[in-house]
């Protein structure tokens, strides 16, 4: 069983950036896209950012230009680095293969926006 551990979350002002970070268990990212979530309070739970197994890379719209996704396959990582960040990227973020399994969702890591 996989397991996905979010972490780097927190509150940051507008324009601000932080880096999430995701840790596996195992060695995913060999196996399967992979991709990164969000979900806002009373919305449903939407793609962020993908990369497939030969690194190639997808992004939403909304976040492109200012999120960047990128894995560290040595260490099991994969990251999100987000700048010029907007109140409305406020969310609980997610990381999970690209489309998502249902068993490995984690506990996700809450950003919030705000000055």
């Known amino acids: 069983q996989v397991q996905l551990v979010e972490s780097g979350g927190g509150l940051v002002q507008p324009g601000g950036s932080l880096r999430l970070s995701c840790a596996a268990s195992?060695?995913?990212?060999?196996?399967?896209?992979v991709g990164w979530y969000r979900q806002a309070t009373g919305n449903e739970r939407d793609f962020v950012a993908g990369m497939t197994t030969g690194g190639t890379t997808t992004y939403t719209d909304s976040v492109k230009g200012r999120f960047t996704i990128s894995r560290d396959i040595a260490k099991n990582t994969m990251y999100l680095q987000m700048n010029s960040l907007k109140p409305e990227d406020t969310a609980v973020y997610y990381c999970?293969?690209?489309?998502?399994?249902?068993?490995?969702w984690g506990q996700g890591t809450q950003v919030i926006v705000s000055s």
């Open positions: 195992g060695n995913i990212f060999g196996i399967y896209a």
């Open positions: 999970n293969t690209h489309p998502w399994i249902p068993d490995f």
